[in-house]
């Protein structure tokens, strides 16, 4: 159970941790591309190169840059790691 708030609206008492609902909404969906090359192991410039081939689950945002979607980039890297160990 999530802990709740106090009527103050201060924080709950520094012994409890957010419960798991609260981590998953708080969780970034969509990733940097620093953060992709991260999770990848790549430099910056090797993820740009994966990128611009069209192996990445990604978005151009205007202004933002490139985002990666997390939960297909973990897919994707699952399937290779499965690939790799056959």
């Not at 998953?24 to 969906?29: D, G, M, Q, V």
């Not at 192996?55 to 994707?76: F, Y």
């Amino acid at each position: 159970m999530c802990p709740k708030l106090r009527q103050d609206n201060a924080r709950p008492d520094s012994q409890s941790q957010p419960c798991d609902s609260a981590r998953k909404i708080l969780e970034p969906r969509w990733l940097k591309s620093i953060e992709a090359a991260r999770i990848l192991g790549v430099s910056r410039p090797a993820f740009y190169r994966i990128y611009r081939r069209g192996h990445l689950p990604s978005l151009r945002v205007p202004g933002l840059g490139i985002r990666v979607d997390k939960k297909q980039l973990i897919k994707l890297l699952k399937k290779a790691k499965d690939e790799r160990s056959r």
